[in-house]
């Protein structure tokens, strides 16, 4: 069975700072990874997907994700935080042609002036 | 070309009523997915239907949920004689279904029972 965790419920990072926001994926076959935004009282959007053409993936946003097989992660980085990248992430995972998504427990993401 | 459209975006219902979520995908869409995500809880995933079809819903409740998505018309997610413990956003998605593709989601239906 395909899963998702993502480490840290809550992460705080100042203005300015490197965002490094963690995914770890289960999967016993090449997965299809992606990363979602939500901001209060909205929906998920997309920021960026793997689907194994290239293993660093760059998104909407400045944000950007490597896939690493060997460490089994997804990260999510963005070099500077902004005031607006506030809100809640969620990583996903997709096996194959099935097509049920699976979705880690969400971090939420504090930027501090 | 439109999102995907969940109405209403709102909706308050007593303990006992039966409360009726609506999902129109994005164009050219044909599978659709309901996921309920509690209050600080992730998304979990409720049930995945093509069109006149339920493929998965191994996350369904047993008793009181149904979904269906019909031939013509959105797809509808039902709870019957609902408990304070529905109370919880639910965000339908769709996608065009080909490999690798993502899926699109609404702006979700919150739902809080009384």
């Known amino acids: 069975a395909q899963s998702v965790t993502q480490l840290g419920s809550h992460v705080s990072v100042s203005e300015g700072a490197l965002v490094l926001l963690r995914c770890n994926y289960s999967?016993?076959?090449?997965?299809?990874l992606f990363w979602y935004v939500q901001y209060p009282n909205q929906g998920l959007q997309l920021l960026l997907k793997?689907?194994?053409?290239?293993?660093l993936v760059k998104g909407i946003n400045g944000f950007e994700a490597e896939f690493k097989k060997s460490e089994t992660s997804f990260h999510l980085t963005k070099p500077s935080a902004h005031m607006s990248d506030a809100a809640e992430y969620f990583c996903?995972?997709?096996?194959?042609?099935?097509?049920?998504?699976?979705f880690g427990t969400g971090t939420k993401l504090q930027v501090i002036p | 070309n439109a999102g995907v459209m969940q109405n209403p975006r709102h909706l308050v219902r007593r303990r006992g009523q039966e409360a009726r979520l609506r999902c129109s995908p994005m164009?050219?869409?044909?599978?659709v997915y309901w996921y309920r995500q509690l209050p600080e809880e992730g998304l979990k995933f409720m049930v995945y239907?093509?069109?006149?079809?339920?493929?998965?819903e191994s996350g369904m409740p047993k008793e009181r949920f149904s979904a269906e998505f019909p031939k013509e018309g959105p797809s509808i997610l039902r709870i019957q004689q609902v408990v304070r413990g529905d109370s919880a956003a639910y965000f339908c998605?769709?996608?065009?279904?080909?490999?690798?593709?993502?899926?699109?989601f609404g702006q979700g239906t919150r739902l809080t029972v009384v």
């Open positions: 998605a769709s996608s065009p279904g080909q490999e690798g593709t993502e899926a699109f």
């Open positions: 999967s016993s076959v090449p997965p299809y």
């Open positions: 996903a995972v997709r096996v194959g042609g099935y097509q049920k998504v699976t």
């Open positions: 239907l093509q069109k006149e079809n339920i493929i998965d």
């Open positions: 164009k050219g869409h044909s599978h």
């Open positions: 793997y689907t194994s053409a290239a293993t």
